[in-house]
């Protein structure tokens, strides 16, 4: 059986998470959600980062592009990988939880972050799993 992925947010990160699923025989990437749309299929060797990597265009002819984050949720997926900007994070890994989605984050968020960012935890679904990594 294979996870189904939807990622959060197609820049340098989102790019950089899409080639990990791609190498990985039981993830399978079927939806993308980008507020630019699908302006994000012209814009693809245009995105840097802070590490090297590939420059080579993604096929994206089997994902759907999603324009709303709630598209996204609703999509099917088993797992969202939020790679929007940092200061995002918290409101959509809520938002991901709530709908009862497994959910990666790259970013430790703090209990005074969510407190900060007015996120009511009480819609988060129980049982779900939650990954946070960080390299520092």
């Known amino acids: 059986m294979s996870l189904k992925v939807g990622i959060a947010g197609f820049?340098?990160?989102?790019?950089?998470?899409?080639?990990?699923?791609?190498?990985?025989?039981?993830?399978?990437?079927?939806?993308?959600?980008?507020?630019?749309g699908k302006?994000?299929?012209?814009?693809q060797g245009s995105v840097q980062g802070n590490i090297k990597s590939s420059e080579e265009e993604i096929d994206l002819s089997n994902v759907e592009l999603v324009e709303t984050f709630e598209e996204?949720?609703?999509s099917g997926v088993d797992v969202i990988?939020?790679?929007?900007?940092?200061?995002?994070?918290?409101?959509?890994a809520v938002a991901?939880?709530?709908?009862?989605?497994?959910?990666?984050?790259?970013?430790?968020?703090?209990?005074?972050l969510y407190l900060l960012?007015?996120?009511?935890?009480?819609?988060?679904?129980?049982?779900?799993?939650?990954?946070v990594s960080s390299s520092w």
């Open 11 to 36: 820049g340098f990160m989102g790019r950089t998470h899409f080639g990990v699923y791609a190498g990985h025989p039981e993830t399978e990437v079927t939806h993308v959600f980008s507020r630019k």
């Open 39 to 43: 302006k994000l299929l012209q814009e």
């Open 72 to 74: 996204l949720c609703s």
């Open 81 to 92: 990988d939020i790679c929007v900007p940092t200061f995002l994070h918290a409101e959509y």
């Open 96 to 112: 991901s939880l709530a709908q009862g989605k497994h959910t990666f984050l790259e970013k430790v968020l703090i209990g005074k």
């Open 117 to 131: 960012s007015g996120n009511d935890f009480s819609t988060v679904k129980p049982a779900l799993h939650t990954n």
